[in-house]
């Protein structure tokens, strides 16, 4: 049998012919673009698209995107997902999640030969992963599902814990705050970031550099915000913030939650909101609260293969 040349492109393959020998093509696909990656490979195979549901306590990772010389979440699954399907693969995230940012919830996809089935895929790589990865679904997905790409909406949680003291096995996973805040300013406060704004007043400095967006990069720094919500459990001492949208800049969470930090200490005001949005300033807003509090939640999709 002849050689074929496989060409995947990023979010579109079903199945595939791929060569039994090596071929020489004399390099005449260098010139395809970035879209492109060129594989070969021997024999008959068919290329699954691999859909995961990841949980990780960020506490000790640089974040979710790999980057050169420290320990991500991305890296790490891309390592262990290769032991156990015995092929590199390249893991495509819904979004990056800075250092010590948790998830409860991250959707990512990867395509391989593989054959294992899902369940079995699912066992073998939470019996390799640290315990701080887990992967809580396994599901083949169609062909040009992007985790990233395909993502409708995402909601993340904040937790402040207010008790005197906070518990050691909490510490990693609350923004510990022990003085007192005004929930009912700060409840009618976050009301107010629902609906279509520009957030530039919330994005981090460096939120205009390439790649720093959570989602795929847009010019605009307008964003739909469905849900805004700040709930009290007296009982546990906790105030737990609660975010969805179709996008969100970079840090643009964690400064909304510095800034109720504000309105609830009295240094701002429910009033103050609207004028802090107009600025487009980030020198107007609160300061950033601490990443540890933060929690990526669910990542939602229009698409019925993932759910």
């Known amino acids: 049998m002849k050689g074929f040349l496989l060409i995947v492109r990023a979010n579109a393959i079903d199945w595939l012919l791929l060569p039994r020998r090596g071929v020489d093509f004399g390099g005449h696909f260098r010139d395809l673009g970035s879209n492109f990656e060129i594989i070969e490979q021997y024999g008959w195979m068919t290329m699954r698209n691999i859909g995961l ?3 990780y306590d ?16 991305q890296e790490i699954l891309e390592k262990y997902i290769a032991k156990v399907v015995k092929e590199p693969v390249k893991l495509y995230g819904s979004g990056r999640t800075d250092a010590g940012v948790h998830a409860a ?3 990512a996809n990867f395509r391989t030969t593989c054959v294992i089935p899902c369940n079995n895929l699912m066992i073998a790589l939470n019996d390799a992963l640290p315990p701080s990865i887990r992967i809580r679904r396994v599901q083949e997905v169609h062909s040009v599902f992007h985790a990233r790409y395909d993502a409708h909406s995402k ?5 402040i814990l207010q ?7 909490l510490w990693r996973f609350v923004h510990h705050y022990p003085y007192a805040l005004n929930f009912q300013q700060m409840a009618k406060t976050a009301r107010l970031f629902e609906g279509e ?24 720094n307008i964003r739909l915000i469905s849900t805004s919500r700040l709930v009290r459990h007296k009982r546990l001492s906790l105030l737990i913030y ?9 840090h643009m969470v964690r400064n909304i939650v510095g800034t109720l930090i504000e309105v609830g200490k009295g240094k701002l005001s429910s009033d103050d909101l609207i004028p802090i949005l107009d600025a487009r300033d980030r020198g107007r807003a609160g300061p950033t609260a601490p990443a540890r509090g933060l929690c990526l939640v669910k990542v939602e999709y229009r698409r019925e293969e993932f759910l």
């Open 53 to 55: 549901v990841v949980a």
């Open 242 to 250: 609660e975010i969805s949208g179709t996008g969100f800049l970079h």
């Open 155 to 159: 909601t993340y949680r904040y937790r």
């Open 58 to 73: 960020g506490t000790d990772f640089h974040g979710w995107q790999r980057q050169p010389g420290v320990s991500t979440v």
């Open 197 to 220: 704004h520009d957030f530039t007043s919330f994005a981090g400095t460096d939120h205009g550099i390439s790649g720093r967006h959570d989602e795929k990069q847009e010019a605009s």
């Open 105 to 107: 919830g991250q959707v």
């Open 163 to 169: 008790s005197p003291i906070c518990p050691p096995f």
